[in-house]
């Protein structure tokens, strides 16, 4: 299965470190980088969906666009690009209303915290294909 990657994230280190871990540690090199939730949906709807399966990691706290504001646009896109896809919150936040929030998101699969737990996250992208 060949993924794309999409990491929304307004933070450079956060960036970094999480494209490291996803390259070193499960072998992904289609890695896309937005810094906000704006940038996330232009690259969304601006991008060619002839990919087998888009992946994307979303922080939650971001200037201009927030992981839940992304959340209700993405709401409006087309099935067949949601059907492709699959979102993971990752974010550092310990606020139990963001928390629930994201577990409550129909669209969102799994909340993990930064670092990006690589083998949590392995685990659970590759048992649900």
Same mark, same amino acid.
């Given at each position: 299965m060949k993924y794309k990657l999409l990491l929304i994230e307004d933070n450079l280190i956060?960036? &970094?470190?999480?494209s490291q871990l996803l390259k070193k540690n499960l072998g992904l090199t289609d890695i896309n980088i937005a810094n906000n939730g704006r940038e996330g949906m232009l690259w969304l709807k601006n991008s060619d969906i002839n990919f087998n399966e888009l992946i994307i990691l979303l922080d939650i706290r @971001? +200037? %201009?666009m927030d992981g839940f504001e992304f959340l209700s646009e993405y709401e409006k896109l087309p099935e067949s690009l949601?059907?492709?896809?699959?979102? !993971? @919150? &990752?974010?550092s936040t310990l606020d139990s209303e963001d928390i629930k929030r994201a577990?409550?998101?129909n669209y969102v699969q799994s909340l993990l915290s930064? +670092?990006? +737990?690589?083998? %949590? !996250?392995k685990r659970i992208l590759f048992s649900d294909n």
């Open positions: 956060d960036q &970094l470190v999480t @971001m +200037p %201009e949601k059907h492709k896809t699959r979102i !993971f @919150m &990752l974010s577990e409550d998101n930064k +670092p990006l +737990p690589v083998n %949590e !996250f």
